[in-house]
Structure formats: structure tokens, C-alpha cells
């Protein structure tokens, strides 16, 4: 195994466990989630399973509309479906229930700035996109739409899904949809690993990169 693959690999686990960890520092905040987050929480409280359990199950069900949409997965892609909902899982155990709004609100700004740390390890080891992120980018390319107009239709109707289910909607989820992107963009230049040339790659099919 190259170098370039074992950091890509390391980045990729690294990424995954402090998304979920994040996601579950916004969730014991109390102060509104993302908005698949919502749908994940409203979810797990109809169906009486742990948050991560359902956010594998619901990773899986968007997989499937990948199909029609000729979209192909790449190891990140199947990884992202597992780890995230395992480390929400984990993290829960190990946070308990805030107390104050002191801490509620230190929770949520930990939450969104470990979750922008996480995007940009995840994505910048060019192992595939996660199962939503890879949703939207095939929907754009077969409609024509803009990103912005395609994220917005899918991430509002998620939102108002998991809202009627008894997800949280809040300031959380107006700070994770401000600053989860510039977070991101800013972090992505220093940690995207490119697949090197002419390598066999965990991350392609068929020869062809997924990132």
C-alpha cells in the first residue's frame, strides 16, 4: 500500500469519527440540528432506535436511489454509510445531556466547528463522496440544476419531514447551514490528498475516480 493511499485511508477514518462525534455534540446542544439531522432525529424518536442507527439505515435507502441515477459508490462512500452512525452512537455514550445554556451553547459552536473540520478531511481524501453529498451531485448532473438550487429543494424537504416527525429546528440549524460551508472551503486547500497517478486505488472503479 502507497504512502499517498495510507494517509488518504487515515484521513478518511479520522474525518468520519469526528463527523459523527460533531454531530452528536450539536445533538446533546438541544439548539436545532442539520437538516438531514432532523430527519435522522425524528426518525429514531418514531421508530424507538438510537440516532445512528438510523442515519446507517437512511445512508443505505439514499445509496439505492444512486442506481437509477448510474451514480457509483467508492470505498469513502460505503465507509461514511457505516462509521458516521457508529460514532454518533459512541459519542452519545460518552456525552450525557447538557446542563445550562452556557454549555448547551458550547456544545453547539464545538459541534459545527469539528463538523467543518470533518467535511474537509473526509472530502479531502478523494475516497468518494458521502451517501447525500454523492445524491445532490448526481441530481445535478442529470437535471441541469444549479448545486445551490438542487441542496436547497432536497435539504428543505428533509428539514420539514424530520420537523413533522419531532426533529429539533433551531439556531443550530441556521449556524450549521452559515458556516459549515466556509468552514470547509477554507480547510479543504491543506487537507486534499489527490489519488496518485498510474495507482491501483480503493477510492476508483473501473479505473475511473468517484471523489
Known sequence: MSLNLTRRLAQLFVGLALYGASLALVLRAGLGLAPWDVLHQGLAERLDVSIGQVLIGVSFAVLLLWIPLR???????VANAVLVGVFVDLTLVVVGEADGWPLRVLLLLAGVGLNGLATALYIGASLGPGPRDGLMTALVRRTGR???SVR???????LVV???LGGTVGVGTVLYAVAIGPIAHALLPLLTVEPRRGARDVGTVEGEGIA
Not at 436547497?152 to 428533509?158: F, G, H, R
Open 71 to 77: 451514480e457509483r459508490p467508492g470505498f469513502g462512500t
Open 146 to 148: 444549479s448545486v445551490r
Open 152 to 158: 436547497t429543494v432536497l435539504e428543505v424537504s428533509v
Open 162 to 164: 424530520g420537523w413533522l
